[in-house]
């Protein structure tokens, strides 16, 4: 997850710009490591449009006007023109008030772009537009969605995967798990839950199932 994502529950709901509303919004959303990006790709390979508040993070974060503010309010996460974000993440992560500083100078702008992304869509005829948002929920995007899909798994499948793929030791992915929503309140939320628990079949069994759910697959 980009630390451009995350922000605590509390701060003030943000302001999604809409597309004109041909457009049926889903919510993609899921704990750490429950495996909302593998599902994402799926839904993608099934025709469905996705758009990624994580990569538009990322694309915003390489703005120059961006860097600068960044390197003037978190000094030293700009090394030769590119943000150093395991440093970035060091200085935000525990300290609310960083945070909120860097969810002012990002939040504003990945929203403007995803909205685009979904202008666009909507402009090439498309109906349906899937939002994968890390903190959909903390973040009250989730009232600005027509359904919302939660991808979840049991904790300590979640963590293994994070440690195998990132590095991290248990007790880090704990606290950044910690940070979110507790799962069964996302699940309790949700429109539709997929369970990712299983192998690679069994998720896109999921998966097909919950788009019929919705009334988006065959």
């Known amino acids: 997850m980009s630390p451009a994502d995350r922000h605590p529950a509390g701060n003030p709901p943000?302001?999604?710009?809409?597309?004109?509303?041909?457009?049926?919004?889903?919510?993609?959303?899921?704990?750490?490591?429950?495996?909302?990006?593998?599902?994402?790709?799926?839904?993608?390979?099934?025709?469905?449009?996705?758009?990624?508040?994580?990569?538009?993070?990322?694309l915003v974060t390489q703005d120059p006007e961006v860097l600068a503010l960044l390197d003037a309010r978190f000094p030293g996460v700009v090394v030769s023109g590119t943000l150093d974000r395991a440093a970035l993440a060091?200085?935000?992560?525990?300290?609310?008030?960083?945070?909120?500083?860097?969810?002012?100078?990002?939040?504003?702008?990945?929203?403007?772009?995803?909205?685009?992304?979904?202008?666009?869509?909507?402009?090439?005829?498309?109906?349906?537009?899937?939002?994968?948002?890390?903190?959909?929920?903390?973040?009250?995007?989730?009232?600005?969605?027509?359904?919302?899909?939660?991808?979840?798994?049991?904790?300590?499948?979640?963590?293994?995967?994070?440690?195998?793929?990132?590095?991290?030791?248990?007790p880090e992915v704990l606290a950044r798990d910690a940070r979110q929503m507790p799962a069964d309140q996302k699940r309790q939320r949700a429109t539709v839950v997929i369970d990712n628990s299983g192998d690679h079949a069994h998720l896109e069994t999921q998966v097909d199932a919950a788009l019929r759910q919705l009334g988006l697959g065959g």
């Not at 490591?33 to 390979?45: C, I, N, Q, Y």
Request: without cysteine.
């Open 90 to 170: 060091a200085q935000v992560f525990g300290n609310p008030a960083a945070l909120t500083d860097l969810n002012a100078i990002t939040h504003p702008r990945v929203r403007t772009r995803m909205a685009a992304l979904e202008d666009q869509a909507a402009a090439r005829g498309e109906r349906v537009v899937v939002q994968d948002v890390p903190l959909l929920f903390e973040g009250s995007l989730h009232a600005q969605m027509d359904a919302v899909i939660v991808v979840d798994a049991p904790l300590p499948l979640r963590v293994r995967r994070v440690m195998d793929r990132s590095g991290l030791s248990e």
């Open 14 to 58: 943000p302001v999604l710009p809409t597309a004109p509303r041909t457009v049926r919004r889903i919510g993609l959303t899921g704990s750490i490591g429950a495996g909302k990006s593998t599902v994402a790709a799926l839904m993608r390979e099934r025709g469905l449009t996705v758009l990624d508040a994580d990569e538009q993070a990322r």
